[in-house]
């Protein structure tokens, strides 16, 4: 018999539970349909990162859905309302409760929500799972931006190769009082307003967060990057540039400092130079994403690094 879902919002009393079915429902997935379960590592420990971050980011924003007879937890779907926008985060179902809608019950007051709102919806998704790209595509959500995942060895010595010309005058960020800067220079290029995330990667308090900038000679900002070095995410983004030559200054001086990891980052598939300078320090395609819209979005400018944590599109 199928069982009564209840859904309510996710409580840190489900913060194990939620961490299990991010590891069991990615793994399974990826397994089944791609053989590459194992990319998701054994343990479910490092997924305690997600509703953590997302807890401290959006308190009370996660949808749960629970078993009504057994209480087990069975989806989550993590939701970011924004003053330009609503994103979506990570949707994920237990292997044995998907495909009978769930999902789609979790999302639909979201979606009414932002509709009643007025606001788009933006999320990224996989162009490798057909199972996520169907539950967008059939609400009505519209691809904009394809970006490939790289992944690249970060030697213990450093990036072997050159820097970039503007690598050198990438600094780091670490006053707060810069989220409201970095957010603006975000709304300019790419039309989304989101200075609490700003504001809360340069608290630095829940994950490991590095922040960093490059300005004009003028003083006029060009573009920033945020970096996650926590254990459970090596990962960069997000982060914007004007071109691709800030970007490949950002990207440059971001992974250099990542020495002995295997950080991950979103390119445009677009910024073919971008690409082709990320291919000559190393860098390997992982994935494809692509950056999805309900509603309508205003016209972007620039590179975007978009991230999984959390999530933008
Ligand atoms: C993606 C995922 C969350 C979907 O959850 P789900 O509960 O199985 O999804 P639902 O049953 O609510 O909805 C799927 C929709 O896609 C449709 N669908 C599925 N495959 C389809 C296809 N090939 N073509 C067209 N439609 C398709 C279904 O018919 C359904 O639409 P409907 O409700 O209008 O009939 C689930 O597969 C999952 O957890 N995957 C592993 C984790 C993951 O990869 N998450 C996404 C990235 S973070």
């Known amino acids: 018999m199928t069982p009564l879902i209840k859904f309510r919002p996710l409580a840190r009393s489900d913060h194990e539970a939620a ?33 953590e971050v997302y807890a401290a980011l959006d308190p009370g924003q996660a949808v749960a859905a629970h078993d009504a007879d057994s209480g087990e937890l069975l989806g989550v779907c993590f939701v970011h309302p924004r003053k330009t926008h609503v994103a979506i985060g990570i949707v994920a179902m237990a292997p044995e409760a998907q495909g009978r809608g769930v999902a789609r019950a979790m999302l639909t007051p979201v979606l009414d929500d932002a509709r009643r709102h007025g606001l788009p919806v933006r999320l990224i998704s996989s162009l490798l799972n057909l199972d996520s790209f169907s539950l967008y595509s059939r609400f009505g959500f519209v691809p904009h931006t394809i970006y490939q995942d790289l992944a690249l060895n970060v030697p213990f010595s450093g990036l072997t190769a050159l820097p970039p010309p503007r690598a050198g005058r990438v600094r ?75 970007a490949a200054a950002l990207l440059w001086r971001a992974l250099d400092a990542m020495r002995g990891l295997s950080p991950v980052f979103l390119v445009p598939c677009a910024a073919s130079q971008l690409v082709r300078q990320c291919y000559a320090w190393g860098a ?30």
């Open 19 to 51: 961490a299990q079915l991010l590891h069991r429902s990615l793994v399974s997935w990826y397994q089944s349909r791609l053989g590459q379960g194992t990319r998701f590592g054994d343990s479910y420990e490092p997924f305690r990162l997600f509703p």
């Open 172 to 246: 780091r960020v670490t006053d707060v009082a810069e989220a409201a800067r970095l957010a603006a220079f975000e709304e300019q290029w790419q039309g989304l307003q989101r200075e609490t995330d700003y504001d809360f990667f340069l608290r630095n308090a829940v994950g490991a967060w590095t922040v960093w900038a490059l300005e004009h000679a003028g003083g006029a900002p060009e573009g920033f990057l945020v970096a996650s070095h926590h254990p459970s995410c090596v990962m960069l983004g997000p982060g914007v540039a004007c071109d691709e030559a800030v």
């Open 284 to 313: 390997r395609n992982v994935e494809l994403h692509v950056a999805q819209a309900l509603g309508p979005i205003p016209a972007a400018r620039g590179i975007a690094f978009p991230t999984f944590l959390p999530e933008t599109g």
